[in-house]
Structure formats: structure tokens, C-alpha cells
């Protein structure tokens, strides 16, 4: 059955994790858990979150601290920080170093699921961010190697046609020998011993106009 996301709850509690584990679930999303924060940065590549929620106040690594080191572990997952001391201090500084939201305790089922929800879509949003950024890179690092296949087409037809329009242009010396006025053909017969005849001659018998019988 698919389930609505992955979340993770950290919590020194073995009451409220369970407690929060079950209602999740019962939400239709796949929950883990663990009793603190090294405990949880155990968990975080193998189970991969989309949504943290974690406890403020734990021994050893507090909620702050874990948010810290989980973030360059799971980039896409979005946490929420829980806590007993919800004074705005707290609050404002959990959200400063990367909280999505924070929530009192006790918790409240409604403004839990409200959370979660949000938290969900949030992380939703910034994965298919993070997959299209790939995907760019991706493609901009394989057409530095490859030149797109209009470009090679385009650069071939303009090396014919130039090829071509050099081909069809007559040359200089060409243009000179066509400009030249063509001398008319001298049409008189003459025998192999007769004197050629004069330029002016040739041109006078080809002007004569026949005598009509």
C-alpha cells in the first residue's frame, strides 16, 4: 500500500514517540523513530525523510544541533521542531537555523496533521526542485561535449551554398573575354592558294545582300 511520505520522529520521550508514531501511521504515512539525535543521524540515509519532526530538548544533541547535521545528509527533508518550551526565543531561533515550523507540547492531533500536511508538500517542492537543478546540470554538462545536431546541420548547408554560389561565379578574366564584341565570321570561300582576304573585304561580302535572280 503507498503510503503519504516518510517521517522521522526524534524524541527522548518513549511515550510521544510511539504516540506520534501510531497517529501518523493511522494517516497513512511511514514512520521511524529514534530516542535522540545520534540515534537519528544514524537512521537518516538508510530510511530517508521527507519530514523530521524532532524533539528541542534532548541529552547529548539537542534538536538545533541534529537539525544542523541533518540537513547536509537528507538536503530535501523538512523539519519541525517540537517542544515544551515554546517561548517565541525558541521558536524564532529553531525556524532561523532551518526549521520549517514549530509545535507545543502537549500537541495538539489537528494542528499536528495541519503541520505535517504542509510540511509534506514543502518537502514535495523542494525535491522536484533539487531533481530539476540535476537534470539541467546534467544536460549542460553533456552538450559542452556534444554540439547540438541543428547547429552541425546548419554550419554544413552554409558550407555548400557558399561552396556552390563560389563554383557557379564566373572569374575575373571570364567576365573580361564575354564583354569583348564578337567579329563576324568571314563567310567568302577561297582556295588553298588564293591570298587571305583583307578584314574589310570579309566584312563588305558579309553586308552584300544578294541579287535577286
Do not use: W
Amino acid at each position: 500500500m503507498a503510503h503519504r511520505g516518510r517521517i522521522l520522529i526524534v524524541d527522548d520521550e518513549s511515550n510521544a514517540r510511539s504516540a506520534l508514531s501510531e497517529i501518523l501511521r493511522e494517516e497513512g504515512y511511514a514512520t521511524e523513530t529514534a530516542a535522540d539525535g545520534f540515534k537519528a543521524l544514524g537512521k537518516l540515509e538508510e530510511f530517508d525523510p521527507d519530514v523530521v519532526l524532532t524533539d528541542l530538548k534532548m541529552p547529548g544533541l539537542d534538536g538545533i544541533a541534529f537539525m544542523e547535521k541533518a540537513r547536509a545528509a537528507v538536503p530535501g527533508a523538512v523539519f519541525v521542531v517540537m517542544t515544551a518550551f515554546g517561548t517565541v526565543s525558541s521558536a524564532v531561533d529553531a525556524i532561523k537555523k532551518g526549521a520549517e515550523n514549530y509545535l507545543l507540547k502537549p500537541l495538539d492531533p489537528e494542528a499536528l496533521g495541519a503541520v505535517v500536511e504542509r510540511s509534506m508538500e514543502k518537502a514535495r517542492l523542494v525535491q522536484e526542485a533539487r531533481r530539476l537543478r540535476e537534470r539541467l546540470r546534467e544536460r549542460n554538462a553533456v552538450s559542452h561535449i556534444v554540439a547540438p545536431p541543428s547547429a552541425s546541420r546548419f554550419s554544413n548547408r552554409s558550407c555548400s551554398a557558399t561552396s556552390g554560389a563560389r563554383s557557379r561565379a564566373p572569374s575575373p578574366g571570364a567576365r573580361a573575354a564575354s564583354s569583348r564584341p564578337t567579329a563576324a565570321p568571314c563567310c567568302s570561300t577561297r582556295s588553298a592558294r588564293s591570298p587571305p582576304p583583307s578584314r574589310s573585304s570579309c566584312c563588305a561580302s558579309s553586308r552584300r545582300r544578294p541579287s535577286s535572280a
